[in-house]
Protein backbone atom coordinates (compact mmCIF):
# COMPACT_ATOMS: atom_id res chain seq x y z
CA UNK A 1 0.00 0.00 0.00
CA UNK A 2 1.66 3.23 -1.13
CA UNK A 3 1.39 6.50 1.09
CA UNK A 4 -0.96 9.01 -0.42
CA UNK A 5 1.21 12.09 -1.95
CA UNK A 6 1.03 15.23 0.34
CA UNK A 7 -0.72 18.04 -2.07
CA UNK A 8 -1.39 20.65 0.66
CA UNK A 9 0.04 23.51 -1.66
CA UNK A 10 -1.64 22.34 -5.55
CA UNK A 11 -5.15 21.90 -3.18
CA UNK A 12 -4.73 26.06 -1.81
CA UNK A 13 -4.64 26.84 -5.23
CA UNK A 14 -7.41 24.80 -6.67
CA UNK A 15 -9.86 25.96 -3.57
CA UNK A 16 -8.92 30.29 -4.11
CA UNK A 17 -9.81 29.49 -8.19
CA UNK A 18 -12.73 27.67 -7.23
CA UNK A 19 -13.80 30.65 -5.26
CA UNK A 20 -14.13 32.41 -7.96
CA UNK A 21 -15.51 29.49 -11.10
CA UNK A 22 -17.06 27.27 -8.50
CA UNK A 23 -17.74 24.02 -9.74
CA UNK A 24 -16.51 24.56 -13.18
CA UNK A 25 -14.26 21.86 -15.15
CA UNK A 26 -11.44 22.94 -16.16
CA UNK A 27 -8.84 22.55 -18.75
CA UNK A 28 -5.80 20.91 -17.20
CA UNK A 29 -2.39 20.52 -18.85
CA UNK A 30 -0.47 18.16 -16.78
CA UNK A 31 3.35 17.41 -16.91
CA UNK A 32 3.72 13.94 -17.76
CA UNK A 33 7.77 13.56 -16.78
CA UNK A 34 8.36 15.70 -13.91
CA UNK A 35 11.20 18.63 -14.60
CA UNK A 36 13.39 17.20 -12.24
CA UNK A 37 13.67 14.05 -13.99
CA UNK A 38 14.63 15.29 -17.22
CA UNK A 39 10.79 16.93 -18.27
CA UNK A 40 10.68 19.58 -20.80
CA UNK A 41 7.87 21.24 -18.77
CA UNK A 42 9.03 23.05 -15.66
CA UNK A 43 5.26 23.42 -14.16
CA UNK A 44 3.62 20.30 -13.05
CA UNK A 45 0.69 21.93 -14.53
CA UNK A 46 -1.55 24.84 -15.80
CA UNK A 47 -5.73 25.21 -15.44
CA UNK A 48 -7.38 27.18 -17.74
CA UNK A 49 -10.58 28.11 -16.99
CA UNK A 50 -13.87 30.17 -19.12
CA UNK A 51 -14.38 33.36 -17.93
CA UNK A 52 -16.80 36.19 -19.03
CA UNK A 53 -16.35 39.48 -17.79
CA UNK A 54 -15.62 41.67 -18.90
CA UNK A 55 -15.39 39.85 -21.88
CA UNK A 56 -14.81 36.30 -22.81
CA UNK A 57 -11.49 35.26 -22.04
CA UNK A 58 -9.19 32.25 -20.86
CA UNK A 59 -7.99 32.55 -17.05
CA UNK A 60 -4.97 30.43 -17.26
CA UNK A 61 -3.37 29.47 -13.97
CA UNK A 62 -0.10 27.90 -12.72
CA UNK A 63 1.05 25.48 -10.45
CA UNK A 64 4.73 24.64 -9.69
CA UNK A 65 6.20 28.07 -8.76
CA UNK A 66 5.26 27.87 -5.11
CA UNK A 67 5.33 24.45 -3.15
CA UNK A 68 2.82 22.08 -4.21
CA UNK A 69 3.51 19.39 -2.04
CA UNK A 70 5.58 19.07 1.20
CA UNK A 71 7.84 21.97 2.12
CA UNK A 72 11.19 21.61 1.17
CA UNK A 73 12.71 25.47 1.93
CA UNK A 74 14.07 26.81 4.70
CA UNK A 75 11.66 29.98 4.27
CA UNK A 76 8.60 29.48 6.27
CA UNK A 77 7.46 33.12 5.17
CA UNK A 78 7.42 32.30 1.06
CA UNK A 79 5.97 29.08 -0.50
CA UNK A 80 9.01 28.45 -3.02
CA UNK A 81 9.40 31.20 -5.17
CA UNK A 82 6.56 33.08 -3.26
CA UNK A 83 4.28 33.24 -6.59
CA UNK A 84 2.11 31.54 -8.99
CA UNK A 85 1.29 33.49 -12.28
CA UNK A 86 -2.23 34.20 -13.92
CA UNK A 87 -2.80 34.83 -17.67
CA UNK A 88 -5.84 36.24 -19.00
CA UNK A 89 -6.67 35.24 -22.65
CA UNK A 90 -8.96 36.70 -25.43
CA UNK A 91 -11.36 34.08 -26.06
CA UNK A 92 -14.17 33.61 -28.59
CA UNK A 93 -16.83 31.99 -28.06
CA UNK A 94 -16.52 28.72 -29.52
CA UNK A 95 -13.41 28.49 -28.41
CA UNK A 96 -13.20 25.21 -26.43
CA UNK A 97 -9.49 24.99 -25.66
CA UNK A 98 -7.17 27.79 -24.53
CA UNK A 99 -4.52 29.01 -26.84
CA UNK A 100 -1.10 26.54 -27.30
CA UNK A 101 0.76 29.73 -27.46
CA UNK A 102 -0.04 30.87 -24.21
CA UNK A 103 0.49 27.91 -22.20
CA UNK A 104 3.87 27.16 -24.07
CA UNK A 105 4.39 31.18 -23.05
CA UNK A 106 3.92 30.40 -19.03
CA UNK A 107 6.01 27.27 -19.51
CA UNK A 108 8.82 29.42 -20.75
CA UNK A 109 8.14 32.16 -17.55
CA UNK A 110 9.13 28.82 -15.76
CA UNK A 111 12.16 27.94 -17.68
CA UNK A 112 13.80 31.61 -17.13
CA UNK A 113 13.13 31.37 -13.35
CA UNK A 114 14.28 28.10 -12.40
CA UNK A 115 17.29 28.42 -14.63
CA UNK A 116 17.91 32.05 -13.47
CA UNK A 117 16.74 31.91 -10.03
CA UNK A 118 15.23 35.75 -10.95
CA UNK A 119 11.55 35.75 -9.43
CA UNK A 120 8.61 38.08 -10.30
CA UNK A 121 7.35 40.83 -8.58
CA UNK A 122 4.19 42.99 -8.98
CA UNK A 123 5.33 46.09 -11.55
CA UNK A 124 8.16 43.88 -12.83
CA UNK A 125 8.23 44.19 -17.18
CA UNK A 126 10.05 41.61 -19.28
CA UNK A 127 11.31 42.35 -22.85
CA UNK A 128 10.73 39.22 -25.17
CA UNK A 129 12.61 40.69 -27.87
CA UNK A 130 9.79 39.71 -30.38
CA UNK A 131 5.88 38.46 -31.10
CA UNK A 132 4.81 37.04 -27.37
CA UNK A 133 3.06 34.76 -29.83
CA UNK A 134 6.12 33.51 -32.15
CA UNK A 135 5.11 34.19 -35.78
CA UNK A 136 2.04 36.11 -34.60
CA UNK A 137 1.27 39.42 -36.34
CA UNK A 138 0.97 41.14 -33.30
CA UNK A 139 2.20 44.74 -31.52
CA UNK A 140 2.39 42.67 -28.04
CA UNK A 141 6.48 42.06 -28.00
CA UNK A 142 6.75 42.18 -23.93
CA UNK A 143 5.03 41.47 -21.14
CA UNK A 144 4.29 43.22 -17.81
CA UNK A 145 2.95 41.37 -14.12
CA UNK A 146 0.72 42.98 -11.24
CA UNK A 147 -1.14 41.70 -8.92
CA UNK A 148 -4.27 39.64 -10.14
CA UNK A 149 -6.40 41.18 -7.67
CA UNK A 150 -9.32 39.13 -8.13
CA UNK A 151 -7.21 35.71 -6.81
CA UNK A 152 -5.08 37.73 -4.58
CA UNK A 153 -2.60 36.15 -1.93
CA UNK A 154 -2.66 32.95 -0.50
CA UNK A 155 -1.31 32.20 3.30
CA UNK A 156 -0.55 28.31 2.69
CA UNK A 157 0.97 25.90 5.37
CA UNK A 158 3.73 26.22 3.06
CA UNK A 159 4.01 30.01 3.09
CA UNK A 160 2.81 32.71 1.22
CA UNK A 161 1.60 32.75 -2.21
CA UNK A 162 0.62 36.24 -4.22
CA UNK A 163 -0.73 35.26 -7.72
CA UNK A 164 0.79 37.70 -10.38
CA UNK A 165 -1.09 38.35 -13.50
CA UNK A 166 0.81 38.31 -16.70
CA UNK A 167 -0.37 40.91 -19.23
CA UNK A 168 1.05 41.43 -22.88
CA UNK A 169 2.25 44.68 -23.74
CA UNK A 170 3.48 46.66 -26.94
CA UNK A 171 7.14 47.82 -27.11
CA UNK A 172 6.19 51.57 -26.91
CA UNK A 173 4.23 50.82 -23.52
CA UNK A 174 7.20 48.68 -22.23
CA UNK A 175 9.34 52.13 -22.70
CA UNK A 176 6.56 54.18 -20.78
CA UNK A 177 6.28 51.61 -18.47
CA UNK A 178 10.30 52.08 -17.98
CA UNK A 179 10.41 56.16 -17.70
CA UNK A 180 7.60 56.07 -15.53
CA UNK A 181 6.10 53.31 -14.06
CA UNK A 182 4.61 49.89 -14.88
CA UNK A 183 1.34 50.45 -12.21
CA UNK A 184 0.86 54.05 -13.35
CA UNK A 185 1.04 53.08 -16.91
CA UNK A 186 -1.61 50.03 -16.43
CA UNK A 187 -3.80 52.24 -14.34
CA UNK A 188 -3.60 55.12 -17.00
CA UNK A 189 -4.86 52.41 -19.27
CA UNK A 190 -7.34 49.84 -17.56
CA UNK A 191 -10.23 51.51 -20.07
CA UNK A 192 -7.99 50.19 -23.34
CA UNK A 193 -7.58 46.98 -21.66
CA UNK A 194 -10.57 45.88 -19.35
CA UNK A 195 -9.23 43.30 -16.73
CA UNK A 196 -5.73 43.48 -18.23
CA UNK A 197 -6.88 40.99 -20.95
CA UNK A 198 -3.75 39.91 -23.37
CA UNK A 199 -5.18 40.03 -26.94
CA UNK A 200 -3.12 39.83 -29.40
CA UNK A 201 -4.91 42.04 -31.96
CA UNK A 202 -5.15 44.66 -29.87
CA UNK A 203 -2.59 48.29 -30.61
CA UNK A 204 -1.00 50.14 -28.09
CA UNK A 205 -2.86 52.16 -25.76
CA UNK A 206 -0.65 54.97 -25.74
CA UNK A 207 -2.42 55.76 -29.32
CA UNK A 208 -5.35 57.52 -27.27
CA UNK A 209 -4.07 61.14 -26.59
CA UNK A 210 -5.88 60.85 -22.89
CA UNK A 211 -3.50 57.87 -21.79
CA UNK A 212 -0.29 59.60 -23.21
CA UNK A 213 -1.12 62.88 -21.38
CA UNK A 214 -2.00 61.03 -18.26
CA UNK A 215 1.56 59.03 -18.88
CA UNK A 216 3.22 62.14 -19.72
CA UNK A 217 1.93 64.00 -16.40
CA UNK A 218 2.89 60.86 -14.28
CA UNK A 219 6.61 60.97 -15.76
CA UNK A 220 6.63 64.69 -14.88
CA UNK A 221 5.34 64.16 -11.16
CA UNK A 222 6.95 61.14 -10.18
CA UNK A 223 9.88 60.37 -12.68
CA UNK A 224 10.86 56.66 -12.72
CA UNK A 225 11.06 53.91 -10.95
CA UNK A 226 13.62 52.02 -12.87
CA UNK A 227 16.59 52.26 -11.07
CA UNK A 228 18.34 48.97 -12.08
CA UNK A 229 18.44 47.77 -15.58
CA UNK A 230 19.92 44.79 -17.34
CA UNK A 231 22.27 45.92 -20.08
CA UNK A 232 23.76 42.89 -22.17
CA UNK A 233 26.08 45.38 -24.20
CA UNK A 234 27.88 47.77 -21.84
CA UNK A 235 31.86 48.00 -21.55
CA UNK A 236 33.77 50.23 -20.29
CA UNK A 237 37.39 51.67 -21.12
CA UNK A 238 39.30 53.99 -18.64
CA UNK A 239 40.53 56.90 -19.88
CA UNK A 240 44.36 57.45 -19.75
CA UNK A 241 47.23 60.66 -19.22
CA UNK A 242 49.39 60.63 -22.39
CA UNK A 243 52.68 62.54 -22.44
CA UNK A 244 50.52 65.23 -24.45
CA UNK A 245 47.12 64.22 -24.86
CA UNK A 246 44.39 63.07 -22.37
CA UNK A 247 42.81 59.69 -24.20
CA UNK A 248 38.60 60.15 -22.82
CA UNK A 249 36.96 57.19 -20.25
CA UNK A 250 34.70 55.33 -23.14
CA UNK A 251 31.34 54.28 -22.14
CA UNK A 252 29.75 51.54 -24.48
CA UNK A 253 26.25 50.59 -25.12
CA UNK A 254 23.68 48.96 -27.56
CA UNK A 255 21.63 51.19 -29.52
CA UNK A 256 18.72 49.67 -28.18
CA UNK A 257 19.80 50.57 -24.51
CA UNK A 258 21.17 53.67 -25.39
CA UNK A 259 17.66 55.07 -26.61
CA UNK A 260 16.13 53.35 -23.18
CA UNK A 261 18.89 55.11 -21.03
CA UNK A 262 18.67 58.79 -22.60
CA UNK A 263 14.93 58.47 -21.33
CA UNK A 264 15.26 57.24 -17.65
CA UNK A 265 18.33 59.95 -17.24
CA UNK A 266 15.47 62.48 -17.39
CA UNK A 267 12.93 60.32 -14.76
CA UNK A 268 16.25 59.23 -12.48
CA UNK A 269 19.39 61.76 -12.67
CA UNK A 270 17.00 64.72 -12.89
CA UNK A 271 14.94 63.61 -9.96
CA UNK A 272 17.67 63.36 -8.15
CA UNK A 273 17.80 59.40 -8.25
CA UNK A 274 20.61 56.63 -9.53
CA UNK A 275 20.42 54.81 -12.38
CA UNK A 276 22.54 51.69 -12.14
CA UNK A 277 23.59 49.79 -15.47
CA UNK A 278 24.54 45.91 -15.30
CA UNK A 279 26.12 43.47 -17.59
CA UNK A 280 27.78 40.03 -16.82
CA UNK A 281 30.76 41.76 -16.88
CA UNK A 282 30.68 45.43 -15.22
CA UNK A 283 28.17 47.48 -13.43
CA UNK A 284 28.43 51.21 -14.24
CA UNK A 285 26.31 53.36 -12.27
CA UNK A 286 24.93 57.18 -12.96
CA UNK A 287 24.22 59.08 -10.38
CA UNK A 288 23.40 63.07 -9.67
CA UNK A 289 26.21 65.39 -8.51
CA UNK A 290 27.13 68.99 -8.47
CA UNK A 291 30.37 68.39 -10.31
CA UNK A 292 31.54 65.54 -12.98
CA UNK A 293 33.66 63.02 -11.97
CA UNK A 294 34.48 59.17 -12.76
CA UNK A 295 35.19 56.67 -9.40
CA UNK A 296 35.93 52.79 -10.80
CA UNK A 297 36.71 49.91 -8.41
CA UNK A 298 36.55 46.21 -9.26
CA UNK A 299 33.98 45.76 -11.97
CA UNK A 300 32.32 48.43 -10.93
CA UNK A 301 32.27 52.56 -12.62
CA UNK A 302 30.69 55.27 -10.36
CA UNK A 303 29.48 58.11 -13.22
CA UNK A 304 28.48 61.07 -10.91
CA UNK A 305 27.36 63.51 -13.75
CA UNK A 306 26.25 67.21 -13.10
CA UNK A 307 22.87 68.98 -14.65
CA UNK A 308 24.81 69.81 -17.54
CA UNK A 309 25.87 66.64 -18.42
CA UNK A 310 22.81 65.10 -17.61
CA UNK A 311 21.19 67.78 -20.19
CA UNK A 312 23.33 66.69 -22.71
CA UNK A 313 23.37 63.34 -22.78
CA UNK A 314 19.72 62.58 -22.75
CA UNK A 315 19.56 64.51 -25.76
CA UNK A 316 22.20 63.50 -27.52
CA UNK A 317 21.71 59.20 -26.50
CA UNK A 318 19.65 57.72 -29.55
CA UNK A 319 19.24 54.39 -30.98
CA UNK A 320 21.62 55.32 -33.48
CA UNK A 321 25.59 53.77 -33.88
CA UNK A 322 28.10 56.59 -33.46
CA UNK A 323 30.40 58.08 -30.82
CA UNK A 324 28.82 60.88 -28.45
CA UNK A 325 31.63 63.49 -27.84
CA UNK A 326 30.23 65.93 -24.97
CA UNK A 327 30.98 69.60 -24.98
CA UNK A 328 30.17 69.85 -21.16
CA UNK A 329 32.60 67.56 -19.73
CA UNK A 330 35.46 66.56 -22.27
CA UNK A 331 36.48 63.19 -20.40
CA UNK A 332 34.47 60.74 -21.34
CA UNK A 333 32.92 59.58 -24.76
CA UNK A 334 29.82 57.72 -25.22
CA UNK A 335 30.33 54.60 -28.00
CA UNK A 336 27.33 53.46 -29.55
CA UNK A 337 27.09 50.35 -31.16
CA UNK A 338 24.41 48.15 -33.25
CA UNK A 339 22.34 45.98 -30.94
CA UNK A 340 21.03 42.64 -32.99
CA UNK A 341 17.87 41.41 -31.71
CA UNK A 342 17.69 37.70 -32.12
CA UNK A 343 14.92 35.44 -31.77
CA UNK A 344 15.17 31.61 -29.72
CA UNK A 345 17.09 30.01 -32.08
CA UNK A 346 19.67 32.79 -32.18
CA UNK A 347 19.07 34.13 -35.37
CA UNK A 348 18.86 38.06 -35.86
CA UNK A 349 15.71 39.08 -36.53
CA UNK A 350 16.25 43.15 -36.35
CA UNK A 351 19.02 45.55 -35.86
CA UNK A 352 18.55 48.91 -33.94
CA UNK A 353 21.24 51.42 -35.08
Given amino acids: MTEEMNTIGWDAIEAAVTKLYGEQEPKHYGT ?3 YM ?3 QDPLDGLSAYKAETPSLHWHIVTFGFSELYEKESGD ?11 FRVARSEDEEEPPAWALNLLQNMGRYVFTSNNVFAAGDY ?7 CLGADTELTALAFMPDTELGTLNTPNGRVEFLQMVGITEDELEAMKIWNTRGLLEAGKEEIP ?9 SMLHNPAVQESVQVGIDRDGSSTGFLFVDQLAWEPGKNGLFK ?4 VLTLGAKQADTVGKLLRGRLLKGKDLRLVSNEISVTLEPASTTRVK ?8 QLDEAVV ?6 LLPKEGEIRLSSYNDLIIQVVKTYIKDQDGQVISTVG
Fill in 32 to 34: TIP
Fill in 37 to 39: LGG
Fill in 76 to 86: TEYSGYGFELS
Fill in 126 to 132: LDANGPI
Fill in 195 to 203: GYITDLSRT
Fill in 246 to 249: KKPS
Fill in 296 to 303: TGEGTVHL
Fill in 311 to 316: NELKDK
